[in-house]
């Protein structure tokens, strides 16, 4: 598989309301274009990104460094 590989971005606000997110946050969501909301606003725009209309689902959480 030729081609750069890049990193989740991991916003730290909801995009809806400014809530924090932080990275090891349970109640984040994104689309598949990074949109990132909180679990209110995923549940308000019934889990489709306003921008795109794509699914939001839960964000990854990525492992701590040892």
């Known amino acids: 598989m030729a ?3 890049t990193s989740l971005k991991m916003h730290k ?3 809806g309301c400014g809530t924090a997110l932080p990275a090891g946050s349970r109640s984040a969501h994104i689309c598949s274009y ?3 909301f909180c679990t209110k ?3 308000a725009l019934k889990g489709r990104c306003p921008k795109c209309a794509g699914e939001l689902v839960r964000r990854p959480r ?3 460094a040892a």
């Open 13 to 15: 606000t909801c995009k």
């Open 3 to 5: 081609g750069k590989v």
């Open 62 to 64: 990525r492992k701590k």
């Open 41 to 43: 606003c995923t549940n």
């Open 34 to 36: 990074e949109r990132t």
